[in-house]
């Protein structure tokens, strides 16, 4: 079945430690989009990526980066000058459809 | 600056009855909405859409309505059922972009 990956869905890491949130996906969709979601905040654009080997800041951008070296697969990693990255963090791709989101991963930074 | 809001963070209704959800955006040059339902730990998933040419589009028990000149919409569930217990996201595009901007949700509980 097509859709998207997101692993692993919670994890934990120690203050002061990068992380990397890993999204594959298997729809052969050109674009990819990193969210994250805080409670009342709703979805939040993190990064995006048009196609391989390009990708933009979304609108909080800061404190992460990401990598876009096959059309399958777009990692965030979260680095440790995000202040606050304890979050629900989304994976989503779209063809020429609305975005389809994989499951999320849950980080807890302590 | 939230361009798309939605004021009401959640909303009971009993099963069989309407549920009505709103959504306000700032942006004029938005014209395209999606509404996207999601369930806990999960990736929300896609409802509904609606053109800024139309003010009306239906999916079953799930309409929504468009209103350009107050830039509202507003999903309407009908009857509602406990399996639409869920928080209800809505979204909005301009032509130009490539990025979704949502709305804070809206979590629905339909109870018995």
């Not at chain 1, 951008?61 to 989304?90: D, I, M, W």
């Not at chain 2, 939230?2 to 069989?16: A, C, M, R």
């Amino acid at each position: 079945d097509g859709g998207i990956t997101q692993s692993p869905k919670y994890l934990f890491r120690k203050e002061g430690q990068n992380v990397t949130l890993s999204c594959e996906q298997n729809l052969n969709h050109d674009a990819m989009y990193w969210y994250r979601q805080d409670p009342g905040q709703g979805l939040r654009l993190i990064y995006y990526s048009q196609i391989v080997n390009d990708f933009q800041k979304g609108d909080i951008a800061e404190g992460y980066s990401v990598s876009r070296e096959k059309k399958e697969s777009f990692p965030l990693t979260v680095t440790s000058a995000q202040k606050n990255p304890t979050a629900f963090y989304l994976c989503a791709s779209s063809g020429n459809s609305p975005l389809h989101f994989g499951n999320g991963t849950r980080l807890t930074v302590t | 600056d939230q361009q798309v809001k939605q004021n009401s963070p959640s909303l009971s209704v009993q099963e069989g009855r309407i549920s009505i959800l709103n959504c306000d955006y700032t942006n004029s040059m938005f014209d395209y909405f999606l509404w996207y339902k999601k369930y806990p730990a999960e990736g929300p998933t896609f409802l509904i859409s609606i053109s800024s040419i139309k003010d009306k589009n239906e999916d079953g028990r799930f309409t929504v309505f468009l209103n350009k000149s107050a830039k509202h919409l507003s999903l309407h569930i009908v009857p509602s059922q406990p399996g639409d217990s869920a928080v209800y996201f809505c979204a909005a595009l301009t032509g130009t972009a490539s990025k979704l901007t949502f709305g804070t949700g809206t979590r629905l509980q339909v109870t018995l």
